[in-house]
């Protein structure tokens, strides 16, 4: 059975401060790795994807990925309030298929 | 695009009911994914379908639910008889074919409550 694994939190930060999510999977073979925000009785919106071992930025956010040790996380420079919401890590197998594997999401509170 | 639209958003029903959710994903995405949501168990896969064939249906949890994708922009999930333990936030994605970093766009959900 593919597992997704986070940290339920919650984690809370100071505003400016810097956030660190993280989440481990099961499935070796798994192939690309998505980060989904979820605010408050909202749907999943997609921040980041990554599917290189190493880091891609994007603006304030950073991906990494080490595919050896099954780990990948989100760094969330100078977090904002608007920031807190609920981070689902995704995983998709791969093997042409489509469908991800989440997480049951870490929830990040950003304390003015 | 309007995105993906799911109805109704909100559904109560008693216990024993038929329930049918609805779902029109975005057009030309070939992908098309139901999943469901609790506190306790996270987001789960319930079905996914691919050019309106049903891919992995594993995720089902019993004969009482069910799915169908009679063409590219309708699909319905059907529980019958619904039961309290089905209350949750139903979600419907979808996605184009694509390279591996293809997004799942996800509608707004329908939150069931079974009473």
């Known amino acids: 059975q593919k597992e997704v694994e986070q940290n339920s939190g919650p984690l809370s930060v100071p505003e400016g401060a810097i956030a660190s999510l993280n989440c481990t999977y099961s499935?070796?073979?798994?192939?690309?790795f998505f980060w989904y925000r979820q605010y408050s009785g909202k749907s999943p919106e997609l921040i980041m994807f990554i599917y290189s071992n190493g880091d891609k930025e994007d603006g304030r956010f950073t991906a990494q990925l080490n595919k050896a040790s099954q780990y990948v996380s989100l760094l969330i420079r100078d977090s904002q309030p608007s920031d807190s919401a609920t981070y689902l890590c995704?995983?998709?197998?791969?093997?042409?298929?489509?469908?991800?594997?989440f997480g049951k999401g870490t929830k990040l509170s950003v304390i003015p | 695009d309007a995105g993906v639209i799911q109805s109704p958003r909100h559904e109560v029903t008693e216990m024993g009911q038929e329930v049918t959710l609805r779902c029109k994903p975005i057009s030309g995405h070939n992908s098309l994914f139901w999943y469901r949501q609790t506190m306790m168990r996270g987001l789960e896969l319930l079905i996914y379908?691919?050019?309106?064939?049903?891919?992995?249906d594993s995720g089902m949890p019993e004969d009482r639910f069910s799915a169908k994708m009679p063409n590219a922009s309708f699909s319905t999930l059907k529980i019958q008889p619904s039961e309290p333990r089905d209350s949750a936030v139903y979600f419907c994605?979808?996605?184009?074919?694509?390279?591996?970093?293809?997004?799942?766009?996800f509608g707004q959900g329908t939150r069931l409550t079974v009473v």
């Open positions: 499935d070796r073979g798994s192939q690309s």
């Open positions: 994605a979808s996605s184009p074919d694509g390279p591996m970093n293809t997004e799942a766009f």
């Open positions: 995704a995983v998709n197998s791969g093997a042409g298929s489509y469908q991800l594997t």
């Open positions: 379908f691919n050019n309106n064939v049903p891919i992995d």
